[in-house]
């Protein structure tokens, strides 16, 4: 596929986020914003960080990207904004590091914070699935929850010396990893959606792994890569990995590249392109019991298609969350109806 002009490319109107989470991530979201009072809970935790300190800061030190500043970056922002159908344009600012990273900050006033290493990492196009990626982070409202992992964590730190608490609370921040491995998953469809160019996102992704030497790197070369990562012959081999993945926000490179092109190439995202997508005004009917038997189904798809010798054993138990986890949540009220937190900003 090739880049797409501005003027081919589609809007979204109206898009909910659950068009494009990943399953896992779509379940954790429906059944969080259904839950009676949780957004009341989320306000009072986020109100332990200083979100306008916070803004003021990068407004300090850094550079806000306007029609005068960055004025590339301004119109990807707005671009991609327009394309989501987001409610308002984030502001964004510039920061100099020569670290590649990019984040969407904030709650009631989310924003995006890109660094000089990736900016000056990627080509326009590159760049436009990298800020699509962040405004899906805030379409889908990942921030506070995210917040939530990052306190848990520093809790976490602080009771290490309690065995029993310590490691009650490591389980839980291991499944808030998980989530938020996902939701990275979500984002980099938000992002193939925002720039509506498969090789964009690809060289994007390719090029967080292995630099800006473009000519040196060949997608086929990386798809084998991580095939062979999947693909692993020793059992030994995928401990291994599910032991690298402790501490880990992201996914990794190869598994980001692979997941996002099979999504492109499976037909949905050629629905959605076409209007076939779930809108904003359907979330509240959304069924917590139905996205949690998606997402089980998801992972036992997944482990399908894997050569990884654990896939097999994994495969019964994804099986079993289908059948069960839908229907608790259906039983005990979790269907249909009911409100939570919106979508609010994220990082």
């Keep these: 596929m090739t880049s797409v002009p501005d003027r081919a490319r589609v809007r979204l109107a109206g898009i909910s986020s659950r068009a494009y989470e990943h399953p896992a991530d779509?379940?954790?979201?429906?059944a969080l914003r259904k839950l009676s009072g949780f957004d009341v809970l989320l306000r009072k935790l986020f109100g332990l960080f200083n979100e306008r300190a916070f803004r003021l800061t990068y407004l300090a030190g850094s550079v806000r990207v306007s029609e005068r500043q960055f004025p590339h970056?301004?119109?990807l922002v707005r671009d991609g904004s327009y394309i989501l159908d987001l409610p308002d344009v984030p502001e964004c600012y510039v920061v100099q590091s020569p670290i590649v990273n990019a984040m969407?900050?904030?709650?009631?006033?989310?924003?995006?914070?890109?660094?000089?290493?990736?900016?000056?990492?990627?080509?326009?196009?590159?760049?436009?699935?990298?800020?699509g990626h962040e405004l899906g982070h805030v379409l889908s409202?990942?921030?506070?929850?995210?917040?939530?992992?990052?306190?848990?964590?520093?809790?976490?730190a602080r009771i290490a010396w309690m065995p029993i608490g310590y490691l009650g609370?490591?389980?839980?921040?291991?499944?808030?990893?998980?989530?938020?491995?996902?939701?990275?998953?979500?984002c980099d469809r938000a992002?193939?959606?925002?720039?509506?160019?498969?090789?964009?996102?690809?060289?994007?992704?390719?090029?967080?792994?292995?630099?800006?030497?473009?000519?040196?790197?060949?997608?086929?070369?990386?798809?084998e890569q991580?095939?062979?990562?999947?693909?692993?012959?020793?059992?030994?081999?995928?401990?291994?990995?599910?032991?690298q993945l402790q501490g880990n926000t992201h996914p990794f490179a190869?598994?980001?590249?692979?997941?996002?092109?099979?999504?492109?190439?499976?037909?949905?995202?050629?629905?959605?392109?076409?209007?076939?997508?779930?809108?904003?005004?359907?979330?509240?009917?959304?069924?917590?019991?139905?996205?949690?038997?998606?997402?089980?189904?998801?992972?036992?798809?997944?482990?399908?298609?894997?050569?990884?010798?654990?896939?097999?054993?994994l495969r019964g138990v994804a099986e079993t969350m289908t059948r069960t986890g839908g229907s608790l949540f259906d039983r005990f009220g979790g269907g249909r109806g009911g409100s939570g937190p919106g979508n609010g900003g994220d990082n």
């Design 226 to 243: 991580a095939h062979e990562y999947d693909a692993v012959p020793d059992l030994r081999d995928s401990i291994l990995k599910l032991l």
């Design 26 to 30: 779509r379940s954790a979201l429906v």
């Design 73 to 75: 970056i301004y119109a």
């Design 104 to 131: 969407a900050l904030g709650k009631d006033r989310p924003f995006l914070v890109l660094t000089t290493g990736l900016v000056n990492l990627h080509d326009q196009e590159e760049l436009r699935f990298v800020v």
């Design 254 to 313: 190869v598994v980001r590249f692979a997941e996002l092109d099979r999504w492109a190439m499976d037909g949905e995202y050629e629905r959605i392109l076409g209007g076939e997508y779930p809108r904003r005004d359907t979330d509240s009917s959304a069924s917590v019991g139905e996205e949690v038997r998606n997402a089980a189904k998801s992972y036992t798809d997944s482990w399908s298609r894997s050569e990884d010798p654990l896939a097999g054993i």
């Design 169 to 186: 609370l490591r389980g839980i921040i291991w499944g808030l990893e998980e989530w938020f491995r996902k939701s990275e998953l979500s």
């Design 191 to 223: 992002g193939l959606l925002a720039c509506q160019d498969v090789d964009a996102a690809r060289r994007a992704l390719m090029k967080t792994a292995g630099g800006p030497q473009l000519s040196e790197l060949n997608p086929d070369a990386f798809r």
């Design 141 to 156: 409202g990942h921030a506070v929850y995210r917040t939530m992992l990052l306190w848990l964590i520093q809790l976490a």
